[in-house]
């Protein structure tokens, strides 16, 4: 995180997108009963409704009204076991992060919790925490006497729903347009791609097998592209769709404003329609 985001977190108060903790949370060789703690304000960010990132600076007090303090610390959690150690526990991966951060010659600690695909539960008992409810923060807390109700995760649902994303390839008489970012669409929110069908029209079935395309996403700010397949969607002889989930990198994420692109591998002969069909989660228009 960079100074001049952190310096306007300092000034903010308390909510659904910002916690202060003055001291470390107890975390290696502690207790479940003492692990549960972060596991229940993670979880509780990740299920609250937001348009942004959530952040629980640790190692800062609060100050409401005003600039927090940064009182500092002198260990940090690793991110990798914290990671490896959230994933086991609930029914999806949570998307956050963990960081150290030097600001007034003291040592702060940044969790980053990324909006993402709602309802994310326990899949077993720990700690304080209980299986299966919902937890979530109101306001600038995380009650576990108050989980989410039905009619809340049913709205998590909706609000999480987002439309597909469709591109259809063009095509020149000749052929396919050659080159790089032939077909972008650029996406609002934080998103994580969830599934992709790839074909083209039934009436134009492939023979020779050589259509296919390579998505990637693109950032917004840098221009950088980074693929989200293991390897490039090559339909098959004679078929005019294919489920390409599988072929999906784990989770491939983007930014709001990013966005999703298609290259075309080989088109062979012409082929009308190639097309990709992506649906997105993890982020709200």
């Given at each position: 995180m960079d100074f001049l985001k952190l310096e306007s977190l300092l000034h903010l108060d308390e909510g659904v997108t910002l916690d202060f903790?003055?001291?470390?949370?107890?975390?290696?060789?502690?207790?479940?009963?003492?692990?549960?703690?972060?596991?229940?304000?993670?979880l509780g960010f990740a299920n609250a409704y937001r348009r942004s990132a959530a952040y629980i600076?640790?190692?800062?007090?609060?100050?409401?009204?005003?600039?927090?303090?940064?009182?500092?610390?002198?260990?940090?959690?690793?991110?990798?076991?914290?990671?490896?150690?959230?994933?086991?526990?609930?029914?999806?991966?949570?998307?956050?992060?963990?960081?150290?951060?030097?600001?007034?010659?003291?040592?702060?600690?940044?969790?980053?919790?990324?909006?993402?695909?709602?309802?994310?539960?326990?899949k077993k008992d720990y700690g304080k925490l209980a299986k299966?409810?919902?937890?979530?923060?109101?306001?600038?807390?995380?009650?576990?006497?108050?989980?989410?109700?039905?009619?809340?995760?049913?709205?998590?649902?909706?609000?999480?729903?987002?439309?597909?994303?469709?591109?259809?390839?063009?095509?020149?008489?000749?052929?396919?347009?050659?080159?790089?970012?032939?077909?972008?669409?650029?996406?609002?929110?934080?998103?994580?791609?969830?599934?992709?069908?790839?074909?083209?029209?039934?009436?134009?079935v492939s023979t020779n097998g050589s259509s296919g395309i390579s998505i990637y996403i693109r950032s917004g700010a840098t221009g950088e592209k980074t693929q989200i397949l293991a390897e490039n969607a090559m339909l098959p002889k004679g078929q005019s769709l294919l489920d390409a989930t599988p072929l999906l990198v784990a989770s491939p994420c983007g930014n709001a404003l990013d966005l999703i692109g298609v290259d075309l591998v080989c088109a062979g002969r012409p082929v009308e329609g190639l097309f990709a069909y992506m649906t997105l989660a993890g982020g709200t228009i």
């Open positions: 903790k003055c001291e470390q949370y107890r975390f290696a060789q502690a207790t479940e009963e003492d692990k549960s703690e972060i596991v229940k304000d993670i600076l640790i190692g800062v007090k609060e100050v409401r009204g005003g600039r927090s303090i940064v009182k500092g610390l002198q260990t940090h959690l690793d991110d990798h076991a914290l990671q490896q150690f959230m994933k086991s526990l609930t029914n999806q991966p949570v998307r956050f992060h963990y960081e150290a951060v030097a600001i007034e010659g003291r040592q702060v600690g940044i969790i980053q919790i990324d909006q993402q695909t709602r309802p994310i539960y326990l299966e409810r919902v937890y979530v923060r109101r306001g600038s807390s995380t009650d576990l006497t108050r989980p989410a109700t039905l009619e809340e995760i049913a709205q998590m649902r909706m609000d999480d729903t987002i439309p597909p994303v469709y591109l259809l390839i063009p095509k020149v008489e000749d052929g396919y347009i050659n080159g790089l970012n032939i077909l972008e669409k650029r996406i609002e929110f934080p998103f994580t791609v969830k599934s992709l069908q790839f074909g083209c029209d039934p009436k134009a």
